[in-house]
C-alpha cells in the first residue's frame, strides 16, 4: 500500500515538473517612441503560450514620464483581465482565461499618459504564470522595454505668397491704380519734350516756307 501512494506521489511530481518544463512562455514589451502631452497603447506581447490559464505581472515605469490610464485584453486574450495600481509607478496586471490560451499575440495593452520627455524602462518586476490544466507554473523569459518621449513637432509654416514690388509692377495697383514702370516718368518727359522739339520745328520751316514765296512774289 505504501508503495502504491509513492508511486503516486511521483508520478504527479514528474507530471508536474514535465509539463512545466515543456510549457516555456516568453512575455516582451517592444521599444516604443511616443509624444509629450498624448495617450500611447502599449502591447504586452507573449511568444510559445500552450496551455495558459493564468498570468501575473508586476510592471514598474518612470512616474515622471508616464502615467497609468487603463488596461484592456490583447487580441489573443479571451480571458478576463484585472489590474491594482500598486503606486505611482508600479502596476499589478493579471488575467485568468478559460479556456487556456496559446501561440503568440497580444497578451494585454496599456494605455499611458505621456508626461514628459526622456526615456523609461517598461521593467518587470514579477511574471508568474499558470498552465490551465494542471496548474503547474510556467517558467517565463521576460523581455522589458523602453518607452521614448519626444516633444511634439513644431507646425510646419504655410509659406506666405511672394508680392511683385508696387515699383517693379506694370498691371493695376493693390489700389486699383495703375503703376508705371521704374523710369517711366523720365522716358514720358523726354517723349514730350521731343514731340515739342519737331513741332517747333515744322512751325519754323513753314514760317520761312510763307515768307519765302511772299517775297518772291514781289
Known amino acids: 500500500m505504501r508503495k502504491a501512494v509513492l508511486f503516486s506521489i511521483c508520478a504527479w511530481f514528474f507530471y508536474s515538473a514535465s509539463a512545466s518544463v515543456a510549457?516555456?512562455?516568453t512575455v516582451r514589451?517592444?521599444?516604443?517612441?511616443?509624444?509629450?502631452?498624448?495617450e500611447i497603447?502599449?502591447?504586452?506581447?507573449?511568444?510559445?503560450?500552450?496551455?495558459?490559464?493564468?498570468?501575473?505581472i508586476d510592471l514598474a515605469y518612470d512616474s515622471r514620464l508616464l502615467e497609468f490610464v487603463k488596461l484592456e485584453a490583447g487580441r489573443i486574450n479571451s480571458g478576463m483581465v484585472d489590474f491594482k495600481l500598486v503606486r505611482p509607478g508600479l502596476v499589478r496586471i493579471g488575467s485568468i482565461a478559460e479556456p487556456s490560451l496559446s501561440g503568440d499575440g497580444e497578451l494585454f495593452v496599456i494605455a499611458l499618459k505621456v508626461l514628459?520627455?526622456?526615456?523609461?524602462?517598461?521593467?518587470?518586476?514579477?511574471?508568474?504564470?499558470?498552465?490551465?490544466?494542471?496548474?503547474?507554473?510556467?517558467?517565463?523569459?521576460?523581455?522589458?522595454?523602453?518607452?521614448?518621449?519626444?516633444?511634439?513637432?513644431?507646425p510646419t509654416a504655410t509659406p506666405t505668397p511672394?508680392?511683385?514690388?508696387?515699383?517693379?509692377?506694370?498691371?493695376?495697383s493693390a489700389a486699383g491704380g495703375y503703376v508705371t514702370p521704374r523710369g517711366g516718368g523720365a522716358n514720358w518727359?523726354?517723349?514730350?519734350?521731343?514731340?515739342?522739339?519737331?513741332?517747333?520745328?515744322?512751325?519754323?520751316?513753314?514760317?520761312?516756307?510763307?515768307?519765302?514765296?511772299?517775297?518772291?512774289?514781289?
Open 23 to 25: 510549457a516555456s512562455l
Open 41 to 56: 497603447k502599449v502591447p504586452i506581447m507573449i511568444e510559445h503560450a500552450a496551455d495558459l490559464g493564468a498570468v501575473e
Open 189 to 218: 518727359i523726354w517723349m514730350v519734350g521731343a514731340g515739342l522739339g519737331v513741332g517747333i520745328l515744322i512751325l519754323l520751316v513753314a514760317i520761312a516756307f510763307l515768307l519765302g514765296r511772299r517775297h518772291s512774289s514781289r
Open 116 to 154: 514628459g520627455l526622456g526615456k523609461s524602462s517598461l521593467d518587470f518586476q514579477r511574471v508568474k504564470a499558470n498552465a490551465g490544466t494542471s496548474g503547474a507554473e510556467i517558467p517565463i523569459t521576460p523581455q522589458s522595454g523602453t518607452l521614448t518621449a519626444q516633444a511634439a513637432a513644431p
Open 162 to 172: 511672394s508680392r511683385t514690388p508696387a515699383s517693379a509692377a506694370t498691371g493695376p
Open 29 to 38: 514589451i517592444p521599444a516604443t517612441d511616443a509624444v509629450v502631452g498624448t
